[in-house]
T-cell receptor, first 112, second 117 residues
């Protein structure tokens, strides 16, 4: 079945260091979405990428969508303690469904 | 922005009892809502899709008689965990789309942490 994989599962960094999480889909995606879940909280939508090779930036966060539309990455420059949380990527379920298939997430911890 | 409200945020119940969780879209109408379950340190597992005015569709392996879903109106969906057991203890989160399209993002409720003793 369709799978969305994320690596690494955990990442611990010193404040100020960069961080990257990678997302790979077993199928071509029409779009990919990224969500952030703070400890004890619920997932919050960050961004959506639609075009092949698309790159979007939100302040220190850079999101990329691969040329083949099967992989994506989220890069955070100079992490801050406020970046702590689990980052999930998600893509539409095969078959044109409104459902989303989520990756397992990357849990980021930042040491001040 | 689109807001989804979920109630209660925490509930503790005894084994064998039933628990109802409400999910409301506060400032938009949602013909479809999604119910997820999240185990500790794990990802979001889609349980079922709640459809206004019709039966919910359940993902493979999810017992429809145990997790009753009712989408009574365009702004309210409820999940009832019937005859709860300790293994049902989990974090349940509902979500909805403000716009009904395949690439519209999900807006999540705050989640309900269920503990069955």
């Amino acid at each position: 079945g369709q799978q969305v994989m994320q690596i690494p599962q955990y990442q611990h960094v010193q404040e100020g260091e960069d961080f990257t999480t990678y997302c790979n889909s077993s199928t071509t995606l029409s779009n990919i979405q990224w969500y952030k879940q703070r400890p004890g909280g619920h997932p919050v939508f960050l961004i959506q990428l639609v075009k092949s090779g698309e790159v979007k930036k939100q302040k220190r966060l850079t999101f990329q969508f691969g040329e083949a539309k099967k992989n994506s990455s989220l890069h955070i420059t100079a992490t801050q303690t406020t970046d702590v949380g689990t980052y999930f990527c998600a893509g539409p379920k095969q078959g044109g469904s409104e459902k989303l298939v989520f990756g397992k997430g990357t849990k980021l911890t930042v040491n001040p | 922005g689109a807001v989804v409200s979920q109630h209660p945020s925490r509930v503790i119940c005894k084994s064998g009892t039933s628990v109802k969780i409400e999910c409301r879209s506060l400032d938009f109408q949602a013909t479809t809502m999604f119910w997820y379950r999240q185990f500790p340190k794990q990802s979001l597992m889609l349980m079922a899709t709640s459809n206004e005015g019709s039966k919910a569709t359940y993902e493979q392996g999810v017992e429809k008689d145990k997790f009753l879903i009712n989408h009574a109106s365009l702004t309210l969906s409820t999940l009832t965990v019937t005859s709860a057991h300790p293994e049902d203890s989990s974090f349940y989160i509902c979500s909805a789309k403000e716009f009904s399209s395949y690439n519209s993002p999900l807006h999540f409720g705050n989640g309900t942490r269920l503990t069955v003793t």
